[in-house]
């Protein structure tokens, strides 16, 4: 799908020479050895490096996918054939389109297809593995330790006595608000549609753009330390070195709110139940001209009782950029219509019910 709003010249002229590394994404995505590909024994890729020799991230990437985080308990190996995987696209793609439209409020506009964001229209990280989460070996998130699950059952309680989803805006989750999307760093997981980013590359900096929201994570990579625990924000805060042709990122400093906000039936974060104390550790190693290998480790001592790891690839985009402006909050009416319709949907019953109870 072509990209189409304004973009600086410089950032053009900056973008030329990866522009010129453009191929077609791999058809048969991460097999399960890396030893081989397509039979043929795989040949070392020396990456292309950026004018201060770092290896060159940059460009237009996304990691749209059909795998899940955690692996289906009905599922018992680690990857899947090509064919299993398209069967379980084909169903995805069929679940979601039964969705659209059927009424739920949250789920009225969003028909992928109509709009050209679904994964099939466009360039997809194509990927065999049955789950992200690589470690534990059985591809899902550990057990969360007593306390934590005390507390997180707390907060559900607590979110119980603020009324349904849809009683009131403050109970939408933060992604139906436009405050800050789910799952799109860090660590960088698929949002579900325009998972698309942009990695700029500049002396001591790395920049990542989200096309959902169009938000911007600047990564120092000069060593310097992070702020005071009691600086802290959404995203938190990210520091990154290379380690030979791979970029380390660290990510502390999280405010807790996006943690929070997957506890209960309300909002649909992607460490449910972390605290504020959430650690990520990111690795990008760019594997050849249309692929970065990326890898995550989360930490949370008062959450788990061990760390857990996951690995997906990232895809060039087979249209590069630019990036639509994602105006999400600008004119977004959504959580009005939402309102709007559960309000009428609760009159309808009432009155039903005060018909029912005349007879």
């Not at 739920?104 to 990927?127: C, S, V």
């Not at 061990?306 to 060039?316: D, E, N, Q, T, V």
């Not at 994602?326 to 609760?346: D, F, K, L, W, Y």
Request: glycine share 8%; hydrophobic share 35%.
């Amino acid at each position: 799908m072509a990209r189409r709003s304004l973009v600086s010249v410089g950032e053009l002229a900056a973008l030329t020479a990866v522009l010129a590394l453009i191929a077609t994404v791999p058809a048969a995505g991460q097999a399960p050895s890396a030893a081989k590909t397509n039979g043929a024994a795989a040949k070392a890729s020396t990456p292309a490096r950026t004018p201060d020799g770092q290896p060159d991230l940059s460009g237009y990437w996304t990691n749209a996918s059909y795998t899940p985080l955690q692996r289906p308990k009905n599922v018992t190996k680690e990857f899947y054939t090509p064919e299993e995987l398209d069967e379980v696209a084909a169903a995805e793609r069929r679940a979601a389109a039964r969705d659209t439209g059927t009424g739920t409020p949250r789920d009225l506009h969003y028909d992928n297809e109509q709009f050209g964001i679904d994964k099939g229209q466009a360039t997809y990280a194509r990927n065999l593995r049955t789950s992200l989460i690589v470690d534990p070996p059985d591809g899902r998130i550990p057990p969360q330790i007593p306390e934590a699950v005390k507390r997180n059952a707390a907060i559900a309680e607590a979110r119980k006595l603020r009324g349904g989803q849809f009683d009131k805006v403050q109970n939408l989750g933060y992604d139906d608000r436009c405050i800050v999307m789910i799952g799109t760093a860090p660590p960088m997981l698929d949002p579900g549609y325009l998972s698309t980013f942009q990695i700029i590359q500049s002396p001591g900096y790395v920049t990542i753009l989200t096309e959902r929201l169009h938000e911007a994570r600047v990564i120092p990579l000069d060593g310097r330390p992070f702020p005071p625990s009691n600086v802290r924000s959404w995203r938190g805060a990210s520091r990154g070195r290379w380690e030979g042709d791979t970029l380390v990122v660290e990510t502390r400093n999280s405010n807790g709110k996006i943690q929070a906000a997957a506890v209960g039936p309300i909002g649909n974060g992607s460490f449910q139940g972390a605290t504020e104390n959430i650690r990520v550790i990111e690795r990008f190693t760019r594997t050849d001209a249309v692929r970065i290998d990326y890898r995550f480790t989360v930490e949370d001592e008062q959450t788990w009782a061990r760390p857990w790891s996951g690995a997906l690839p990232f895809a060039k985009m087979e249209q590069q950029g630019p990036f639509f402006e994602h105006a999400c909050h600008e004119g977004n009416r959504a959580p009005t219509n939402m309102m709007s319709v559960v309000r009428h949907q609760e009159k309808l019953a009432a009155e039903a019910a005060a018909k029912k109870s005349s007879n």
